[in-house]
């Protein structure tokens, strides 16, 4: 499955950006798609995760932000982040993973975009 990445950019902190992911298989059954993010010098954090069953989970430092969602029918994953912080400053990854369930470790996705940075200004 490969899976690439749109959306980032510069946004002023407040502001909004939506990231896509297209998938070129489909991942609509049996598969965990996720965000992570990695900022310079910091470890690979996963951001939301979205499994086969629908069931979604954020991460803590999300606090109701960004919404992950999931066109089955164009095997594309969304982020939708508003209220962005300048702490948000990272590359954000699509990843993948087989399964029905969601593992959390990044070494459990077997699937990864090239990444899309999102730079956050104060």
């Known amino acids: 499955v490969k899976l690439v990445e749109s959306g980032g950019g510069s946004v002023q902190a407040g502001g909004s950006l939506s990231l896509s992911c297209v998938a070129s298989a489909d991942t609509s059954n049996y598969y965990c798609m996720a965000w992570f993010r990695q900022a310079p010098g910091k470890q690979r954090e996963r951001v939301a995760r979205?499994?086969?069953?629908?069931?979604?989970i954020y991460a803590d430092f999300v606090e109701g932000r960004f919404t992950i969602s999931k066109d089955n029918a164009k095997n594309i994953l969304t982020l939708q982040m508003n209220s962005l912080k300048p702490e948000d400053t990272a590359m954000y990854f699509c990843?993948?993973?087989?399964?029905?369930?969601?593992?959390?470790?990044?070494?459990?996705?077997?699937?990864w975009g090239q990444g899309t940075q999102v730079t956050v200004s104060s």
């Open positions: 979205i499994a086969s069953d629908g069931s979604i």
């Open positions: 990843a993948a993973h087989r399964g029905r369930h969601c593992n959390t470790l990044a070494t459990s996705f077997d699937y």
